[in-house]
């Protein structure tokens, strides 16, 4: 079942620029985590969010989530083209503590 | 340094030969799991274990077998694969300091062909 649902699948912006991506799930999480995947290699974690927290920041990222709407947004500030890579969120749902479940994430391109 | 590693990176075999993918942590790691990535589905778990000896089946564990007989190591077993198997495989694990789906680690992923 998929539990992640990012938005939009694909964005193309202009270096400087800030990128906005965003992920719906559908039940009740410990904590919502976003990761980076530079084509066709292992996933990068980024940062964590707890269910009880409601905004993060790791030097140009910046995570909101929203339990009430089931729904967390990533900000990349002043992107780069390095930035460029697809996006993913994923879902530690609460009784399943074993489990991960991962959107279909967003593909960013940064152009210089 | 501390890493996720699997092997092989490629491997392209034929339907029915048994093939094993190995995945092993040098951070002392309980957690570990398997996923399979393919374009439209994103990521999807395999099977997981959150210790030594104690494995879990995830969303699409049809077709895989795991074992968990040491900390370190978590291969992942196809008896017996067919074409739609295919794909790109990850593994990864995840400190017990911080939970058992907090931060996941992950190896550089292989890259399955079935013929």
């Known amino acids: 079942s998929q539990q992640g649902e990012e938005d939009p699948q694909a964005l193309s912006i202009q270096e400087g620029e800030n990128a906005t991506m965003n992920c719906s799930y559908k039940?009740?999480?410990?904590?919502l985590q976003w990761y980076r995947q530079n084509s066709g290699r292992g996933l990068v974690h980024l940062i964590l969010i707890r269910s009880n927290e409601r905004e993060k920041h790791s030097g140009r990222l910046r995570v909101t989530l929203d339990t009430s709407k089931k729904s967390s947004s990533l900000l990349i500030t002043a992107s780069r083209a390095a930035d460029t890579a697809s996006y993913f969120c994923a879902t530690a749902a609460i009784g399943n503590t074993g489990k991960l479940i991962f959107g279909q994430g967003t593909t960013l391109q940064v152009k210089p | 340094e501390a890493q996720v590693t699997q092997n092989p990176r490629y491997l392209i075999t034929v339907t029915g030969k048994k093939l094993t993918v190995t995945c092993s942590q040098n951070m002392n790691h309980e957690y570990m799991s398997w996923y399979r990535q393919d374009p439209g589905l994103g990521l999807r778990q395999i099977y997981y274990s959150m210790n030594v000896e104690v494995t879990d089946k995830g969303d699409v564990p049809e077709g895989y077998k795991v074992s968990r007989k040491e900390k370190r190591n978590f291969p992942l077993i196809l008896e017996s694969p067919s074409p739609n198997q295919t794909s790109l495989y990850f593994c990864?694990?995840?400190?017990?300091?911080?939970?058992?789906?907090?931060?996941?680690?992950f190896g550089p992923g292989t890259r399955l062909t079935v013929l």
């Open positions: 039940t009740s999480i410990n904590n």
């Open positions: 990864a694990s995840s400190s017990p300091r911080t939970g058992r789906t907090d931060t996941q680690y």
